[in-house]
């Protein structure tokens, strides 16, 4: 599938951001294939192709497509090179058919950094210094979209001032959500996000605010089920988790690098009970399968929490054994045994975590150190500990 992604930018000039059999609809914002490609790169499933796909993600990161391109690429690149964002242009007309850039010039600039420090990651890793540094510093554009008034992440206009309702929870210019669900879109510096809004304390505040952390602790499914979900595409004018689409589903594992990692765990467990094996068991839209690999990958303790590198945060499984079959081409041991003996509703705090036998003390795993595990194994009890609360625990910042 990478591959073919690859081949698509070299036969029709592009790389698509929403390809559908050999049609580009242009549907969504941002740059998805960036975040798709450089993970399907750190993976290991990009051999003799690195070069190949380097090429066409440097292009579509620096550029934009020409008229005659079905594509739209990063529509809103031009003014996020020159100044650090992407304007918000409410009624623009849209050039080409499909979603547009411009009409969420917010959220859009937020994953544009995002790609940028993915690439920056790739780039490096082949030896492209220059741009390596270049694309790492546009990934601290997520900072020129940050309103100090308001504590919040805000569109800007053309003329670079902030527009729309000052109102995180009725911000405009953020794709299918506002600013509070957009608030936890950067995985490459949580840490540089963090202190923008104050330090971790804070963030806790704000995050135990998002998830209405206290409704949570004493009714999980109620919780979800009440205030977090408002109708399967309710994606606007709120200031709560929206557990059913794509903008924040990595939001729970924030508190990973807050130092309250047991939280992780109370939201996660929570969100999984919309998820059931009934006609409705599935919660929103699925797309292409976005939110049974969350339910799945949630289920087992082991969710990637930074798009397009290998960085893999923890919490406690539902399932006191998963037995996963790993490829060998990719994965040397063949296995890996996750273990929580005891896991339950009551009894899903991990006091402490084993991997190959040895203590581990860290939030996260890398895909190179999953690689060569056969055992991952966790010891739950009912209160949260101090595990995986060391201010060097967390999932580190990346460039």
Same mark, same amino acid.
């Given at each position: 599938?990478?591959?073919?992604?690859?081949?698509?930018?070299?036969?029709?000039?592009?790389?698509?951001?929403?390809?559908?059999?050999?049609?580009?609809?242009?549907?969504?914002?941002?740059?998805?294939?960036?975040?798709?490609?450089?993970?399907?790169?750190?993976?290991?499933?990009?051999?003799?192709?690195?070069?190949?796909?380097?090429?066409?993600?440097?292009?579509?990161?620096?550029?934009?497509?020409?008229?005659?391109?079905?594509?739209?690429?990063?529509?809103?690149?031009?003014?996020?090179?020159?100044?650090?964002?992407?304007?918000?242009?409410?009624?623009?007309?849209?050039?080409?058919?499909?979603?547009?850039?411009?009409?969420?010039?917010?959220?859009?600039?937020?994953? &544009?950094?995002?790609?940028? $420090?993915?690439? /920056?990651?790739? %780039? =490096?890793?082949?030896?492209?210094?220059?741009?390596? #540094?270049? !694309?790492?510093?546009?990934?601290?554009?997520?900072?020129?979209?940050?309103?100090?008034?308001?504590?919040?992440?805000?569109?800007?206009?053309?003329?670079?001032?902030?527009?729309?309702?000052?109102?995180?929870?009725?911000?405009?210019?953020?794709?299918?959500?506002?600013?509070?669900?957009?608030?936890?879109?950067?995985?490459?510096?949580?840490?540089?996000?963090?202190?923008?809004?104050?330090?971790?304390?804070?963030?806790?505040?704000?995050?135990?605010?998002?998830?209405? &952390?206290?409704?949570?602790? $004493?009714?999980? /499914?109620?919780? %979800? =089920?009440?205030?977090?979900?408002?109708?399967?595409? #309710?994606? !606007?004018?709120?200031?709560?988790?929206?557990?059913?689409?794509?903008?924040?589903?990595?939001?729970?594992?924030?508190?990973?690098?807050?130092?309250?990692?047991?939280?992780?765990?109370?939201?996660?467990?929570?969100?999984?009970?919309?998820?059931?094996?009934?006609?409705?068991?599935?919660?929103?839209?699925?797309?292409?399968?976005?939110?049974?690999?969350?339910?799945?990958?949630?289920?087992?303790?082991?969710?990637?929490?930074?798009?397009?590198?290998?960085?893999?945060?923890?919490?406690?499984?539902?399932?006191?054994?998963?037995?996963?079959?790993?490829?060998?081409?990719?994965?040397?041991?063949?296995?890996?045994?996750?273990?929580?003996?005891?896991?339950?509703?009551?009894?899903?705090?991990?006091?402490?975590?084993?991997?190959?036998?040895?203590?581990?003390?860290?939030?996260?795993?890398?895909?190179?150190?999953?690689?060569?595990?056969?055992?991952?194994?966790?010891?739950?009890?009912?209160?949260?500990?101090?595990?995986?609360?060391?201010?060097?625990?967390?999932?580190?910042?990346?460039?």
């Amino acid at each position: 599938m990478a591959i073919s992604v690859i081949r698509i930018d070299e036969e029709s000039g592009w790389l698509p951001k929403w390809g559908y059999g050999t049609v580009e609809t242009n549907i969504m914002t941002g740059d998805p294939v960036t975040p798709f490609l450089t993970n399907a790169y750190q993976q290991g499933l990009l051999k003799g192709w690195e070069e190949r796909a380097y090429r066409a993600l440097k292009k579509n990161a620096d550029g934009v497509p020409p008229a005659g391109s079905p594509a739209v690429g990063r529509e809103a690149n031009k003014e996020y090179i020159a100044g650090g964002f992407a304007p918000y242009i409410k009624g623009r007309p849209h050039a080409k058919p499909g979603d547009s850039d411009y009409d969420h010039g917010a959220s859009a600039t937020l994953e &544009y950094a995002l790609s940028d $420090a993915m690439l /920056a990651e790739m %780039a =490096r890793d082949l030896g492209h210094d220059a741009d390596a #540094a270049r !694309y790492a510093a546009r990934a601290q554009n997520y900072r020129k979209i940050f309103d100090a008034s308001t504590g919040f992440f805000r569109a800007r206009d053309t003329s670079g001032a902030f527009t729309g309702p000052a109102d995180p929870a009725q911000s405009e210019g953020f794709h299918e959500g506002t600013s509070w669900q957009y608030q936890w879109l950067v995985p490459q510096d949580l840490p540089g996000m963090i202190s923008l809004i104050g330090g971790k304390q804070a963030a806790n505040d704000r995050l135990d605010s998002f998830f209405a &952390y206290d409704r949570l602790v $004493a009714d999980p /499914a109620k919780t %979800a =089920r009440e205030v977090w979900v408002n109708g399967p595409y #309710a994606y !606007y004018n709120a200031d709560k988790y929206n557990p059913q689409n794509e903008p924040d589903l990595i939001a729970p594992y924030t508190y990973l690098s807050t130092g309250q990692p047991w939280k992780t765990t109370d939201v996660v467990h929570a969100a999984l009970t919309l998820f059931t094996d009934t006609p409705t068991g599935m919660t929103g839209n699925d797309d292409l399968g976005t939110m049974s690999a969350w339910n799945v990958l949630s289920s087992i303790g082991v969710f990637p929490v930074q798009p397009g590198y290998d960085t893999w945060g923890l919490s406690t499984p539902v399932f006191e054994r998963v037995d996963l079959t790993l490829d060998r081409r990719y994965y040397p041991r063949g296995s890996l045994t996750i273990t929580a003996p005891g896991t339950s509703d009551g009894n899903r705090y991990v006091q402490a975590a084993r991997v190959d036998g040895s203590p581990y003390g860290r939030t996260y795993l890398t895909t190179d150190a999953l690689r060569h595990l056969t055992s991952l194994a966790f010891t739950v009890g009912a209160q949260p500990s101090a595990w995986g609360t060391a201010a060097e625990a967390g999932p580190p910042a990346l460039n």
